[in-house]
């Protein structure tokens, strides 16, 4: 097993990257042994990682990460960096790597302060590996002067630091920093690709497995969680019957509500405990009394992680509504295919009849302006608009078609 297995359907990608680890490798050699640079090396300082949701850009820049710090004997004699073995491979798979920091954040931004304490960081000599490598999830999230800050230390990088940087376009991240960056793209994997990783990698029925990344287009993490969670099924059978509820007012407007109140409790299921452990912990290192009183002067601390708390569990909140809208958007493609007749296979094969009703009863044209509607509510959810104000406005659009 290589660092390379769970990178589903990027072949080109992860020659690049390869052929790049294996320069890497060799700077390090050289530099070790006081021996000239290589030339033409294909290794660089920063990189970014761009593709659809669900293509492997995180698992990507992880298994680069792991590569790079891969301490297998076998490379001396030929071996490619990313064996998957070593403690070096091992450590920066599973996070535990003191070189290796992948972050990602459950909140709607990064800010000023988080990146300049990762760049103070990413100063850093390596501790015990061979890079020091920053993995940032989520860099779409960085706020303008956050992104400013990071643009520094890309432009000036320390000599064994490698920045790693995963967003979903090129226009997600600032043109200055994306001119400074090595760039891959990868692309949605194929369907029976992800259905594969997950009977081989996590054991799952193999109809389950087909119909999981078959419903989610080649979503990995969304057909796993899919295959896997029944609560994750319930919801999303609910979420395709909304089509057929709103014939009236009064079915939008309970529609709208409804999937409101579920992301809600998404939310609170995901927050709940999390925020309970992370208060019990604050509370123990700011020396809280057995009754619970907190110290003097630290109100402004519990304030801060209060606020913390309420930013991830809006943005866990959006992320479940944003998911709902994605596979309403794939019904509405289903209804398309099948009112023009199209050969390409059915995503949402166990809600056929919804769908040939739905087809039955419209034009392509009203299905267009449904699939429109969609992505106006999800547009609207990331200019702040008040979610169930976005989502009745979406149904009453579904309505009129």
């Avoid at 990608?13 to 021996?35: I, W």
């Amino acid at each position: 097993m290589s660092v390379w297995d769970d990178l589903v359907g990027q072949d080109r990608v992860q020659d690049q990257l390869g052929a790049a680890a294996r320069d890497a490798d060799a700077l390090v050699t050289a530099h070790s042994a006081g021996e000239p640079v290589p030339p033409g090396s294909k290794m660089t300082h920063a990189w970014l990682f761009t593709g659809p949701p669900g293509s492997g850009r995180s698992t990507a820049a992880r298994a680069f990460a792991a590569a790079l710090q891969c301490t297998s004997p076998d490379r001396a004699l030929g071996g490619a960096p990313g064996c998957g073995f070593c403690d070096g491979c091992h450590t920066s798979l599973i996070g535990t790597h003191a070189d290796v920091d992948v972050i990602r954040t459950d909140l709607l931004s990064i800010g000023v302060k988080e990146t300049r304490e990762l760049v103070r960081r990413a100063q850093l000599s390596p501790a015990v590996g061979r890079w020091q490598v920053i993995v940032m999830e989520d860099a779409d999230r960085l706020t303008e002067g956050a992104g400013n800050v990071l643009l520094k230390a890309v432009e000036e990088p320390a000599p064994r630091t490698v920045w790693l940087l995963c967003a979903p376009s090129l226009e997600d991240v600032l043109p200055t920093i994306r001119s400074r960056c090595r760039h891959l793209t990868l692309r949605t994997p194929s369907v029976e690709a992800v259905a594969d990783v997950l009977i081989r990698r996590d054991g799952i029925d193999p109809e389950r497995a087909a119909a999981a990344a078959r419903a989610t287009q080649g979503h990995i993490g969304r057909a796993r969680r899919l295959a896997t969670d029944e609560r994750a099924r319930a919801r999303r059978a609910a979420v395709l019957k909304l089509p057929l509820r709103v014939e009236d007012i009064g079915g939008c407007l309970k529609a709208a509500q409804e999937l409101i109140d579920t992301a809600t409790d998404d939310a609170k299921q995901a927050s709940e405990e999390v925020d309970v452990k992370e208060t019990e912990d604050m509370k123990a290192a700011l020396g809280a009394s057995a009754g619970g009183r907190m110290p003097r002067g630290t109100a402004g601390v519990m304030k801060e992680l209060e606020d913390r708390q309420k930013r991830r569990k809006t943005r866990t909140q959006r992320d479940s509504l944003d998911l709902a809208l994605t596979e309403l958007t794939g019904f509405y493609r289903d209804v398309l295919a099948l009112q023009l007749g199209s050969r390409i296979a059915i995503a949402n094969a166990d809600a056929q009849d919804s769908l040939d009703r739905i087809a039955r009863s419209s034009t392509p044209e009203r299905t267009l302006r449904r699939i429109e509607a969609v992505s106006a509510c999800r547009r609207a959810l990331d200019r702040n608009v008040a979610p169930l104000l976005a989502v009745e406005a979406m149904t009453m659009a579904l309505r009129a078609g």
